[in-house]
């Protein structure tokens, strides 16, 4: 895992191929694995950073989109291939993440939306929780935001 090479582009420069190994990662993860219908293709998609790392075949392996808000920087979509878990790809991407948000939107105070479940993936990056826990898309999440 350390020889990963990161993509980050705005939507306008991924390929077809990109757009589609994003889209296809996306719905595996968070519509098929999580069971949860909803409109994964969003606007968000049009004026996001994204960034991802494939394997040897150019299928994603882990992936997040970064947007601005009104209120500052948030990111989503969060996902490591199932087959690719439990090797630390998780904190690599969010790590990834954070560089890209310091370099490009620098000072900016960033905000997520986290699933429940997965808090603990963000707490020693210094999120913290923001607000009492709420359902979105039938999955239970909180606001967490960086100190």
């Known amino acids: 895992m350390d020889r990963l090479q990161w993509t980050v582009k705005n939507f306008h420069q ?11 990662a996306r719905v595996d993860v968070f519509v098929v694995e999580q069971e949860c219908p909803y409109h994964e293709v969003d606007p968000y998609d049009l004026f996001s950073l994204h960034v991802f790392t494939t394997d040897e075949d150019g299928a994603i392996i ?10 500052g920087v948030s990111f989503g979509r969060v996902l490591v291939r199932e087959d690719c878990r439990g090797k630390g790809l998780a904190q690599l ?8 948000i310091k370099k490009r939107f620098a000072n900016m ?28 898309d039938g999955i239970p999440h909180v606001r967490m935001e960086k100190k």
């Open 14 to 24: 991924l390929t077809g191929k990109e757009v589609y190994e994003i889209y296809k």
């Open 62 to 71: 882990a992936y997040a989109r970064i947007f601005e808000m009104d209120d």
């Open 93 to 100: 991407l969010v790590a990834k993440v954070l560089r890209v």
């Open 109 to 136: 105070p960033v905000a997520i939306e986290a699933q429940e479940y997965i808090q603990s993936l963000y707490t020693p990056f210094g999120f913290e929780p923001a607000s009492e826990i709420f359902v979105l």
